[in-house]
């Protein structure tokens, strides 16, 4: 059964979902360019809230449980995981 804070993620990239549609038909439509882009900020930034949550229920369980296990090996990959997200975050 998914967890309260698992359907909180879900609900919020539906709605970003619904959210793209929509600047899909405003695009169609040929509605104004400002008002497409403020929609499509709208949608980056609801994704960067969810991204965050991913990242810290991803630091709270997976990284956690490394450091707890006393497993250097798996320590060093959870780590190097997230640099490398860091990394590609800012090509």
Known sequence: MPT??????????????GQVRGVAQMIE???????????????KSALAKVESE???????????????SGDEAEQRIKFNELIELLERQRR
Do not use: F, M
């Open 4 to 17: 309260i804070q698992s359907r909180t993620k879900t609900n919020r990239l539906r709605r970003i979902e």
């Open 54 to 68: 991913v990242l810290k229920d991803h630091a709270a369980s997976c990284v956690s449980a490394a450091i707890a």
């Open 29 to 43: 439509d040929g509605r104004y360019c400002i008002d497409v882009l403020a929609q499509i900020q709208a949608i």
